[in-house]
């Protein structure tokens, strides 16, 4: 079994609407529509998504099949509508010291990862006998990878995951992870 772990297309960012909010920046579905093409995600799967508009458009645009929404998908929650001068510092920190929120609004990671965590187990446990293509966000996929890995969050990876981007990550058949590729 092998678990796909697509970040969703270039978003649209709107002055004050929080990131949750964004839809995809039409600019960027040729970029989404080569994921498609590329040949690098299963021809069968079990499909799921983020439940924010970016991941949502982002997996109608990359299958033709039945896509499940989870709420337990969803980035790393971050309530505010402030344009962060250095995002990535902020997201660093989160990393570094998961249990508490890193900005005003944001949720501790560690809230994260465990939300993420657990609902890919459940998804994982039902589909045990295919591979799975979750559809969602660079910081959740990547406190995810390190949950079940159980390596360090690789931050260097993050920084330079693109819009779309996918991690696979091969499992056993007991669903433990073998290795974790971008």
Same mark, same amino acid.
């Given at each position: ?7 969703? +297309?270039? !978003?649209a960012? #709107? !002055? &004050?609407? /929080? ?9 960027? $579905?040729d970029?989404?529509?080569?994921l #498609?093409? !590329? +040949?690098r *995600?299963?021809?069968?799967?079990a499909?799921? @998504?983020?439940?924010e ?7 109608s645009?990359? @299958?033709?099949g ?5 709420l ?8 505010s @509508? ?5 995002? %990535?510092?902020?997201?660093?920190r989160?990393?570094?010291e998961?249990?508490?929120?890193a $900005?005003?609004?944001w949720?501790? *990671?560690?809230?994260c990862?465990?939300?993420?965590? #657990?609902?890919v187990? &459940? ?5 045990a006998?295919?591979?799975v ?9 990547? =406190?995810?990878?390190?949950?079940l890995?159980g390596? /360090? =969050? ?6 330079t995951l693109?819009?779309p981007?996918?991690?696979?990550? @091969?499992?056993? %058949?007991?669903? #433990? /992870? &073998?290795?974790?590729?971008g």
């Amino acid at each position: 079994m092998t678990l796909f772990l697509v970040r969703h +297309g270039r !978003s649209a960012p #709107r !002055s &004050g609407v /929080p990131a949750h909010e964004w839809e995809l920046d039409p600019a960027g $579905y040729d970029d989404i529509w080569a994921l #498609r093409e !590329s +040949g690098r *995600l299963p021809d069968r799967a079990a499909w799921f @998504t983020s439940p924010e508009p970016k991941a949502i458009g982002t997996a109608s645009l990359l @299958t033709d099949g039945e896509v499940g929404v989870m709420l337990d998908l969803r980035e790393h929650v971050r309530d505010s @509508t402030d344009l962060i001068e250095d995002f %990535p510092a902020v997201v660093e920190r989160a990393f570094a010291e998961p249990e508490r929120s890193a $900005y005003v609004g944001w949720e501790p *990671l560690a809230s994260c990862r465990e939300r993420v965590s #657990r609902a890919v187990e &459940g998804i994982l446990a039902a589909h045990a006998e295919e591979d799975v293509v979750l559809v969602g966000h660079g910081t959740a996929w990547t =406190a995810l990878v390190a949950a079940l890995t159980g390596e /360090p =969050a690789d931050l260097a990876r993050w920084r330079t995951l693109a819009m779309p981007d996918l991690i696979v990550v @091969t499992l056993d %058949p007991d669903g #433990r /992870p &073998g290795t974790a590729a971008g």
